[in-house]
């Protein structure tokens, strides 16, 4: 059999290699329209233990990211009125060139053909292939090409926003929400490396609009983000790296495959980047696809019909909370007028996945605060 992966990001690296690993004379082509060391944007950030489920299925994999992450234990949220640390609430970063760079060591070692720089054009440029796996993200060729075989959904949120980086060290993961002039901004930012940070600042459309940010250069923009974020940046400038205002794509579809073609990653769904578990969800999606190749390895139809029944019932409870912390980042200004407490009670109840029960658990020392806050 003869498979092709679309895409040549964390998800189909990943499932190149997984599929390879299980039968070394597979023959697996990863196909990318870039050169293999271009990237867009700067760090990748999991929760804590997003990793975790690597170590089960895959020590060496797992042994080979983990030293190269950074990560802390706490949140920062900066509300105007405020500083509030949420105890407990840990995550981990890493620079996403670099990751991309272990899981192309992790898909040569296992005998992978890459072929980079490569844009296919149409599908019928892969007829010679028995699988063809849609791992190209948001734009995804076989997403298009088959979108109403697919059920394919693109929607739009409301909110622009733009990917920076920051030679200023943060030292957690930092929500910052500033009023201005023009109106509210955040800026999701947190360090991925010693000497780097993502910067990812957003706004309202109606303060998009105020601000005449969509007709600013990228450099001008630049120097507007860093006038507003003049406190938090401490004198850093911001870094650029194709730094343009976007609208976060929806991603839905209704079916995940197509005859010899299947979904997976940004391709197939889409997580707001609020939550961070993008970059998880698609290797996550790696691995059950994987499974289900190598348990149906005559019949694809079996092989793609049980990747969906398997992952379908997680994913979706995952996306969902993911739509909800991005509503609530539609209307963040509006939650920016609740007082201190409120807000980072708000905030952190955003996605529906933690209660005030869970809360004590995990961020005891924040409870008792906002306990106190509403007395």
């Known amino acids: 059999m003869r498979i092709a992966i679309l895409g040549a990001g964390p998800a189909g690296l990943y499932l190149s290699f997984l599929i390879k690993r299980r039968a070394p004379n597979a023959d697996v082509t990863v196909i990318e329209q870039n050169p293999a060391d271009a990237t867009f944007g700067f760090g990748v950030v999991f929760s804590d233990r997003a990793l975790e489920f690597l170590r089960e299925d895959d020590e060496e994999t797992y042994a080979a990211i983990v030293p190269a992450m950074v ?148 450099a001008q923009s630049q120097a507007f983000c860093e006038k507003i974020f003049a406190a938090t940046l401490d004198g850093e400038p911001l870094i650029t790296n194709n730094s343009i205002w976007r609208q976060f794509p929806l991603i839905h579809n209704e079916r995940w495959s197509h005859g010899k073609y299947v979904l997976m990653g940004d391709a197939l769904h889409t997580a707001h980047f609020s939550i961070g578990s993008g970059t998880r969800l698609a290797l996550e999606d790696a691995i059950a696809l994987g499974k289900a190749l190598a348990a149906h390895p005559k019949d694809t139809s079996a092989a793609f019909a049980a990747y969906e029944e398997a992952r379908r019932p997680v994913l979706e409870k995952l996306v969902g909370g993911a739509n909800d912390s991005a509503a609530w980042y539609e209307n963040f200004g509006a939650h920016m007028k609740l007082v201190p407490a409120d807000f980072a009670m708000s905030y952190i109840t955003r996605s529906g996945r933690v209660d005030i029960e869970r809360l004590r658990k995990l961020s005891p020392q924040f409870v008792t605060w906002w306990e106190k806050a509403n007395t």
């Not at 949220?77 to 970063?93: M, S, T, W």
């Not at 929607?155 to 920051?166: E, I, P, S, V, Y």
Request: hydrophobic share 45%; glycine share 8%; charged share 20%.
């Open 71 to 218: 990560s802390w234990r706490d949140m920062t949220l900066n509300h105007p009125a405020e500083r509030i640390v949420i105890d407990g609430i840990g995550f981990a970063a890493i620079e996403r060139l670099k990751l991309l760079q272990l899981l192309q060591a992790r898909a040569a070692s296992a005998n992978v053909t890459a072929i980079y720089g490569c844009a296919v054009k149409s599908l019928d440029e892969l007829d010679d292939f028995d699988v063809v796996i849609g791992a190209d993200g948001v734009n995804s060729l076989v997403r298009r090409t088959y979108a109403r075989e697919l059920g394919a959904s693109v929607g739009h949120l409301t909110n622009r926003f733009a990917w920076f980086g920051t030679g200023q060290v943060f030292e957690t993961l930092t929500q910052t929400f500033v009023d201005t002039e023009w109106g509210p901004f955040n800026a999701h930012h947190y360090r991925y490396a010693p000497d780097r940070s993502t910067f990812i600042v957003e706004t309202g459309a109606d303060t998009f609009a105020r601000a005449g940010l969509a007709s600013m250069t990228q």
